[in-house]
C-alpha cells in the first residue's frame, strides 16, 4: 500500500508521512504502525505535498523563514514540537491536563514569531500569519478573561491588547538576536522540506558554539558568562 500510494515522494515527503502514520498509532493506542495508520493520514499529506509544489521559490523562501522563526521560538520558550515542514507545524500539543502562564505566554510568542520575522528580516508582511494571528489572540484572550492570569482583578480587552501589545515588542526583539539561527535553518527547511526538533537544536548549536538556548536558560549561574561568549546573541528575562 505505501508503495503505490509514495510514487514520486521525496524522502522528506516519505517522513512525513511516517511521523504522521505514527501519531495516529500512538492515538488510536498502538505501538505498532499498520496500513490503517498510513490510510487514515495519506490525504492530508499528499494535499500538502501537492500544495508544496504549487508555491513558487519566492513563497518558498517566505515560507522558511516563517516557519524557522516559529520553530526556534518554540525552542527558546519550552514549547513542545515534533517537527515543521515548509507548511505544516503543531506546537504545544500534549497529554498534560493543565497549562500553566507560561505555557500560554511561549504559544502566544510562537504563534507571533513568524509575522515579526518576516517584517525584521524581508521588510514585508504576508497573509500566511492569518491562521497564526488568530491562534495568538485566542490565547491572549482566554488567558485574561477566562483564566483569570492578567494583572487585574476585572479584565478588559485592553488587557488583552496590551498583552498582545507587549508580547510582540518582546518577540521582535527575539528574532532579532536569532537572525542567524533563522538563516541556517530556513535553508535547511528549503533543502529538505521538513525539519524535526533535534535538527532545530543542531542549528542551534552549529550557530551557537555548542550552546542550546534551553542550556542558557535553565543555568542562571552560567547566564552572564555565555551571553558574553555569544556577544549578547540572545536575551532572557530571568
Known sequence: ??????????????????????????????EI????????VENRVIDGKKHLHSLSQNEKQIQAIYQSAKALMAEFC??????????????????????????????????LAGICAMNLITGELYTNSKNDIKIAKNIARELVM???????????????????????SEVNELIDKMRSEIDALA????????????????????????????YIYHNPQHLKHTLYRLNNKLSCRL
Do not use: C
Open 33 to 40: 504502525i499498520n496500513n490503517d495508520d498510513f490510510k487514515a
Open 78 to 111: 519550552g514549547i513542545n514540537f515534533n517537527q515543521i515542514s515548509l507548511l505544516n507545524d503543531k506546537f504545544g500539543a500534549s497529554d498534560t491536563f493543565l497549562s500553566s502562564k507560561s505555557d500560554l505566554l511561549g504559544l502566544i510568542k510562537v504563534h
Open 187 to 214: 535553508k535547511f527547511l528549503l533543502e529538505n522540506e521538513l525539519a524535526s526538533r533535534a535538527d532545530v537544536i543542531m542549528i542551534i548549536q552549529r550557530t551557537n558554539n555548542g550552546w542550546t538556548y534551553g
Open 1 to 30: 500500500f505505501v508503495a503505490r500510494s509514495t510514487t514520486g515522494f521525496s524522502g522528506a515527503a516519505l517522513a512525513t508521512l511516517v511521523n504522521e502514520a505514527a501519531i495516529n498509532a500512538l492515538r488510536n493506542g498502538r
Open 146 to 168: 477566562e483564566y483569570g492570569m492578567g494583572d487585574k482583578i476585572m479584565p478588559s480587552d485592553d488587557e488583552t491588547r496590551e498583552l498582545l501589545e507587549r508580547i510582540r
